[in-house]
């Protein structure tokens, strides 16, 4: 019974955590999908250096392209996002 316990207690705790996980991310990509909509202008569902309107570091931009493409695409942006 003791052992019936303690696996049930394990999977609820997993399951919790998994639920928290996919919130957080949920949110990430919220996030992502309402920077897109403000920022880019062209409708191509990334965002260049050109379409940011405030100073932002170059090297924060730099190392958030992480194909090195020179756009910030939804997926880099969620990543950003999710490491803060």
Known sequence: MHNLVMLL??????FLTNCASSRASGDAEARADQ??????E???SKISKSEIKF????????????N???YLEKAEIVAY???R
């Open 35 to 40: 920077i897109l909509q403000k920022l880019d």
């Open 42 to 44: 062209n409708n191509d």
């Open 81 to 83: 996002i999710e490491s």
């Open 9 to 14: 207690a394990l999977l609820i705790s997993l």
């Open 68 to 70: 090195a493409d020179g």
């Open 55 to 66: 100073p932002l570091n170059e090297k924060t931009f730099d190392k958030s392209d992480t």
